[in-house]
């Protein structure tokens, strides 16, 4: 089963199966969010990607399992997220990205799908190095999840991948990923991969030994 970690594109956007797709809460303040026709919502959405991309540059990650994608992440300075005003845990501090939407396909859940994407974006960030940190507003509501049923990440998913709470708050915590902590295990990510290739990385001229080895494993 391969797994992978993509930059979003609007083309894998469009391959989402997710209700997120459609989903303004974050891209238009609440007023502007009731006023969008329902059947102009993914148009909407997609122009608000190609604004961020355009503007900032990457702003969201896909998990893409044996070609399907499963899972998204979507992430940008608060100034292009206007929903950000009426969170009573606000404001995002001035030195961090704001993580946005996570959904993951709820057929795959528990498989640590959402842990690779929060790496993902937190890689992205470490390389551009603009940013000290992650932020995100976690849900402890009653229906909080990341499978459709509400458009901010639980807080005990935030914790396990990482984030803290940053500012209390009964139903909506801003918690905090601070970037210089992730250097270490993004370093020791990308080296395990490494050495992973490198034991599945088929060679070219094999040696007479492990001729004999894959001999006597027949």
Known sequence: MARRILPLTLDLFAE????CRACLFWERDPVGHRRVD???????KEAWISEVLREWGSCGRVAVIDGDPVGFVLYAPPVFVPRVASFPSGPVSGDAVLMTTVWIDPR???GGIG???VQGVARDLVQRGQFRA???FGDVGPLSGIHGRRCAAPVDFLSRVGFKTFREHPTVPRMRMDLKQTVTWIDDFEQA?????????????PSPASTELHRDAE
């Not at 991969?193 to 001229?205: D, F, G, N, Q, T």
Request: charged residues 30%; without cysteine; aromatic residues 4%.
């Open 16 to 19: 989402i199966p997710a209700p």
């Open 38 to 44: 329902s059947s102009d919502a993914v148009g909407v």
């Open 108 to 110: 795959r859940a528990g």
């Open 115 to 117: 842990r690779m994407l």
């Open 134 to 136: 992650i932020e995100a």
């Open 193 to 205: 991969w490494e050495r992973l290739r490198e034991v599945v990385r088929p060679r070219s001229h």
